[in-house]
């Protein structure tokens, strides 16, 4: 069964920190995964895309890397600021197939 | 900026009473996802049509749930008859192409059935 797990499902940290987050999926024959944002009571926001080909990504203070063989993404938010706490969730997309498998999402809070 | 329109943005409703939710895509994109998100289940796909034919409903209770797309600006789903266990967020998403990376998620509806 294909599955998607972020761990943790909270993390708090300190303005200014370096953070990773994790995510984990079984099955390593994926087409790509993402990692979106996701703020209190509004719609999910696409932060960076990684093909099954890429190592990694990044965005300004972000950056993702895939690991297929270990199964294995993070999330990499560097110099973290208030403005960054949000849920964080991980979606796959396994071969060609449309459809994405969510993670639970890890929720985030930067402290001033 | 371009916005994916839901409406309403909260609904509360009895048991037994229809319920229809409304996206309006961004004008242009070909394809619209419907999601589902409850604290239990995370995010679930319910609908997704391209170029307004319906392409996957598999995700839906077809008993109760209905998609439709009665034109290019519009995307419904409808709940009839509701139940407290449909009490969730329903996300809409519009874009160009397969996959969901450059789609843009609605505020969502957050449906109570009391």
């Known amino acids: 069964k294909q599955e998607v797990t972020q761990i943790p499902a909270a993390l708090s940290v300190p303005e200014g920190e370096n953070l990773v987050l994790n995510c984990s999926f079984t099955?390593?024959?994926?087409?790509?995964l993402q990692w979106f944002r996701q703020d209190p009571g509004k719609g999910l926001t696409s932060l960076l895309l990684i093909q099954s080909s890429q190592r990694e990504q990044t965005s300004g203070r972000l950056n993702a890397s895939l690991d297929k063989s270990s199964g294995r993404s993070t999330l990499y938010i560097a110099a973290s600021q208030p403005g960054d706490s949000a849920t964080y969730l991980c979606a796959v997309r396994w071969d060609s197939n449309y459809q994405l498998i969510w993670g639970a999402g890890t929720k985030l809070i930067i402290k001033p | 900026d371009a916005r994916v329109t839901q409406t309403p943005r909260h609904k509360v409703t009895e048991m037994g009473q229809e319920v229809t939710m409304r996206c309006q895509p961004i004008l242009g994109h070909n394809t619209v996802f419907w999601y589902r998100q409850t604290m239990m289940q995370g995010l679930e796909l319910l609908a997704y049509?391209?170029?307004?034919?319906?392409?996957?409903d598999s995700g839906m209770p077809k008993d109760r749930f209905s998609a439709e797309m009665p034109d290019a600006t519009l995307a419904t789903l409808k709940i009839q008859p509701s139940e407290p266990r449909d009490s969730a967020v329903y996300f809409c998403?519009?874009?160009?192409?397969?996959?969901?990376?450059?789609?843009?998620f609605g505020s969502g509806t957050r449906l109570t059935v009391v």
């Open positions: 998403a519009s874009g160009l192409g397969t996959g969901s990376y450059g789609y843009t």
């Open positions: 049509f391209r170029n307004r034919a319906p392409l996957d």
């Open positions: 099955d390593s024959a994926i087409y790509n």
